[in-house]
Every structure is written in structure tokens, then in C-alpha cells.
């Protein structure tokens, strides 16, 4: 069954918006702290460019809204993206000398890395509501709002201008809660705007912990259920919550569809989300069934917590499909499901 009904006639697939920066994660010897660290592998990064590398990979048409700095970082992950056929004619430069944000990695082991963010004076809070345009959100299928990008303005007038234009011209609105603690005020401003998109949004995703901060104001300490039902109330048709290394659950108007990790050795703890979520959205417009995309993300997700970085490393579909095959061989067919 087909939940959210895409239209098919339009020429991008899906145009995330918000937070493109730089990750550096430490190469020699692999699990060390960043007191230790001297060696470090540049990446492109942030989640919601990751997502859309993730999908450009899978095959699909894929367009940005975004701020980035004026400078070779800029340039850098601006010709990164046209490498990967994304649309970056609504990429801009900022204007008054704003940076892209900075990702220091610590890996410790395969389960224990943390993540340092310098975030201050950032280009991509500096997205402005005139870069966003209706006729550029009514060439999408899809957009997607990530919440860093409502943690300030004017990125957050930005996101809300884009959400209220897709509303109007029938571009379906996904919304990655992806928390991140930096540039936030106070909880409250956190649940005020998380609150806002998802409301407006046809699928929310993120953790449950993620959830808590969205429903602090509302109604804290829900259940899965009592969460999945509200937002559903509210017009999402897909709820999704994950819960790490227990897996994920896909709430809908038909029932919940239950994913676990794939097995796999982990590189890194972070990066599964963002190629979760490429490939449950690369599902969702091939018109799978929701237990497939969710199979396909999981899949992806493990590969990423394998890989060394996350966009770099984004896998293509006969990847993903190769290594659920070989997981079911291994491990049977059920490996992940249910």
C-alpha cells in the first residue's frame, strides 16, 4: 500500500534543505580520542546532505536548499554535490564572511564515538526565507526539513517559508527531527519548532528520545503509541521511531512495521540514520511496501556504521541489495524483520 501518494509528474524527487558541513574523522589509528588524534580525513557532512548524496546514489533526482560559505569549503562541497548530480542552483554563498560548521569525530571503539561540532557564525543557519521560491518547492515530489536547521534565524523563517509553500503547492513535507544540542536556547524553543513541522509534515522521523524534546510542551513522556497516534491525528501518515540497537518502528494507519539492525561489524556508532533515511525515502518513492523500506534502510544504516565516513560511503542500490542477500544466507531470511 502506497501511504503517501507522490506526484509523479514532477522532475526532482525530493529536495532536503538546510545543514551541509565538514567532517573530520581521525585515520591513524582508527580508535583513538581527539587528544590522541594528529591525522584526520576530510568528508562532506551533515545529515540532511547526506540524505541527499544517500538518494543521489540510489538513483533518484535530487535538489538542495542551502547556505554555504564563500570560500574553498564552499566550493568544495558545492562541487561535490554536482559530481553526484544534485541540483545546486539553490546553493548560495553567504554574504557576510559566515563559515561552514566544523565535525571533529572520536572514535573509541566500534560502539563508543562522540562528536565535536563547532558550530558559531555558521553559513547554514544564515538560509534566509528570499532563498527559498515556490516555483523551485512545486518542482518537488518532496521536501525534507531537517531541525537543526530551526535552531536559529533566519534558517528557521527559511524552513517554515519552504513548509508552508509545500502545504500550498502539494509538495509532500518530511521531517528529520536530527537533534543536535548546539545554537538551541531553551527546550521550550526547541519543542515550539519542532512542534510547528511536525504538525505540517506528512512523515516525521526520529529517535524517542528525539520525540521527548518535540512533545515536552504537549504532553511529556509518551508512549510509542500514544506518539505514533498523535502526529498521525495531526496528518503524518508514516511515524517513525527508532531506537538504536533495538531497531526501528514504522507507525502507520495500517498497523506498525518492526526493522532490527542488520548484522554487521561497526566502524562508528553515527552515520546509520542518514542512510536509513535515503533509502526508507528512496522506498517510499519507488512506492515499495513499508516493510521493504524499512528493510533497504536498515541495510543501509549498517553498512554506513561500517564505513569510515558517511557520504563518501553512501551505497548504491545493488550494494544495499547484495549485502541484505548475503545477510539472509548467513543468517536467514527473517535476519531483520519483525
Known sequence: MSYIEFDNSRPIDL???????IDFNPVIPPFQSLVEADTFKKYLGGSPANIAVGLARLGKKVGFIAKVSDDQFGDYVTEFFADE?????HITRAENGEKLGLTFTEMLSPSESSILMYRDGVADLMLDPKDVDEEYIASAKAILISGTALCQSPSREACLKAMYLAKKVGTKVIFDIDYRPYNWKSAD??????????????MVMGSREEYDLTEAIIAPGRTDEETASYWMEKGNKIVIIKHGKKGSTAHTADGDFNIKPFPIDATKSFGGGDGYGSSFIFGLLEGWDIIDCLELG????????NAHGCSLFMPTLEQIQSYIKDCKEKYGEMVARG
Open 15 to 21: 529536495i532536503p534543505m538546510g545543514r551541509i558541513a
Open 85 to 89: 548530480g544534485i541540483d545546486t542552483s
Open 189 to 202: 524553543e526547541i519543542a515550539i519548532y519542532y512542534s510547528i513541522v511536525a504538525e505540517n509534515s506528512d
Open 298 to 305: 536498515s541495510a543501509s544504516a549498517s553498512l554506513l556504521v
